[in-house]
């Protein structure tokens, strides 16, 4: 499809990052070039030529970028049974029984959280409700997926609660995405016209396949309406090796910088909802006392070896204190540059060491709402810091925000209005201490985080959304309904209110 380009915005206010640098408040004009800032001025002062878009007033802020994103898994839940509101195991079972199957001739349910529920996930609740329909419900965090009988037999796989967890889980994952290519790929362009609705110009894509060939495929078919910065996995990186992948190499094949290579992800533990991340302090009743290493230390550092050499950045999963630790001991050891996604549980230690190896923090503020209650409960006896998005801040570390969706929804507003406020819904916000600015959540949304975000500045990228509200004006709660006017990315406009 082709998208409108313009020559100038008009009348615009400039908010966000770089309007620091501008005098006053008072509208501007904006000229682009070749898909970049040419030129800012007060409105009028310049003879605008060419397509000219008139704001009419509305603020211009960077575009905003998701920093973990499983875009696939992200874009089919929206054809898959909404599950966050359950409220028992029987309640999940029996909303699946009531659910017809898709084109697959499967049930999927996604994004329930057992945690806390009166009762356990099992075979039996399961099979009762769903009869022999193959019928999968995958957890909130993705580490674990719920089968009945019927989807176990058809998997080829055995569990005696149905229940498949970390590894499994995962692989289930990728079986589920597995539609044919057309199914998967119209539901990509919805996802990513719903983002770009919501002032969203980029995202890391971090899918457990081999992006690039997912990539290549959309971007021959006109895919495009946003950056995408694809990732590889352990078990795809001599392939990658192998075939040449750098880290900000653009997509083989294509001409363009819509599409480049990003890192190498590494998932070394577990998550909080099945109680499997790796931590210090032992939980009180569970299968694993301290969670589980998924990834050894010895292989965690030969893995990001590897991938340091052939030029690929490094995006280590640690949620725990404990993988945190081993992770950033691989960090020191390797040379790697990246990032430690997650970050949910950080010894007080290791907050200046992350700052001195100058790793960033690729982290999830709405996660810290979700799991409040789950974190007061599970992570009571935790000596180290649950969600500390101010103290990593405060240390100088980089920080990146991202939804990890479908974990929780691709949506910067609500990553900023949770890190910026620490509440929602009513409550009385969680830990306040640790919530940072709304000029600090801005900048932690743009590309390059919020140590160095991207400006509104001459010889800047046109990646731009335009608000109908000053973000920095507004209480931090309520930018979850912040009102998006347009998106505009190199210069394309690719969503318009």
């Known amino acids: 499809m082709s998208r409108p380009r313009i020559d100038a915005l008009a009348d615009v206010r400039i908010a966000g990052p770089g309007a620091e640098l501008l005098p006053g408040t008072e509208l501007y004009d904006i000229v682009l070039h070749d898909g970049r800032i040419a030129d800012i001025a007060p409105a009028g002062a310049l003879r605008l030529t060419g397509a000219v878009h008139r704001a009419e007033g509305a603020y211009v ?52 959280r057992d945690a806390l529920w009166p009762d356990t996930p099992s075979l039996e609740v ?43 889980a995962f692989e289930m994952s990728r079986r589920l995405n597995e539609l044919p290519d057309r199914v998967s790929d119209a539901a990509v362009t919805a996802m990513a016209a719903a983002a770009s609705a919501r002032g969203v110009v980029g995202v890391v894509d971090l899918d457990m396949v081999w992006n690039e060939s997912s990539w290549q495929r959309r971007r021959s078919a006109g895919f495009d309406l946003l950056r995408v910065e694809f ?116 010894a007080v230690a290791d907050i200046p060491r992350m700052a001195r190896l100058g790793v ?39 920080l990146r925000f991202g939804s990890d969706a479908p974990v929780s929804a691709l949506d910067p507003w609500r990553q900023i209005a949770a890190a910026a406020s620490r509440t929602r819904d009513g409550r009385e916000p969680w830990q306040p201490g640790e919530a940072v600015s709304v000029d600090v959540a801005l900048a932690a949304s743009t590309h390059r985080g919020s140590s160095n975000p991207d400006t509104i500045a001459v010889g800047q990228r046109a990646d731009l959304a335009l608000t109908a509200a000053d973000p920095r004006a507004m209480e931090p709660a309520a930018l979850r309904g912040m009102e998006i006017v347009g998106t505009i990315m190199g210069g394309r406009v690719i969503h318009r209110a």
């Open 360 to 398: 960033a923090a690729s982290v999830q503020p709405e996660h810290a709402l979700d799991d409040r209650d789950l974190t007061d409960s599970i992570w009571a006896t935790q000596t180290a810091r649950p969600y500390p998005l101010r103290s990593l801040w405060a240390a100088g570390i980089d």
């Open 61 to 112: 802020i960077p575009g905003l970028w998701d920093h973990h994103v499983h875009v696939t898994q992200w874009a089919l839940a929206a054809l898959r049974e909404p599950l966050g509101d359950a409220v028992s195991a029987t309640d999940a079972a029996a909303r699946m029984g009531r659910v017809a199957p898709g084109v697959d001739g499967r049930r999927v349910g996604t994004g329930f």
């Open 126 to 168: 399961l099979d009762a409700a769903t009869g022999d329909i193959p019928t999968y419900l995958i957890n909130a965090d993705v580490h674990s997926v719920w089968l009945n009988s019927a989807a176990l037999a058809r998997e080829g796989v055995s569990s005696d609660d149905g229940v498949l967890r970390e590894g499994p």
């Open 231 to 346: 990732g590889v996995y352990p078990d795809l990186l001599d392939r990658a090796i192998a075939e040449g992948l750098r880290s900000g190499d653009p997509l083989r094949g294509d001409d363009g910088e819509l599409i480049t290579v990003g890192p190498l992800k590494a998932i070394t533990d577990g998550s909080l909802g099945t109680r499997t991340a790796a931590c210090s302090v032992a939980y009180a009743d569970a299968p694993h006392p301290h969670g589980l290493l998924t990834i050894p230390p010895d292989a965690l550092r030969e893995v990001m070896t590897g991938a340091t050499a052939a030029g690929l950045d490094c995006a280590i999963h640690a949620i725990g204190d404990e993988a945190m630790r081993h992770a950033l001991d691989a960090y020191a050891a390797t040379g790697a540059h990246g990032t430690i996604e997650h970050a949910q549980l950080v």
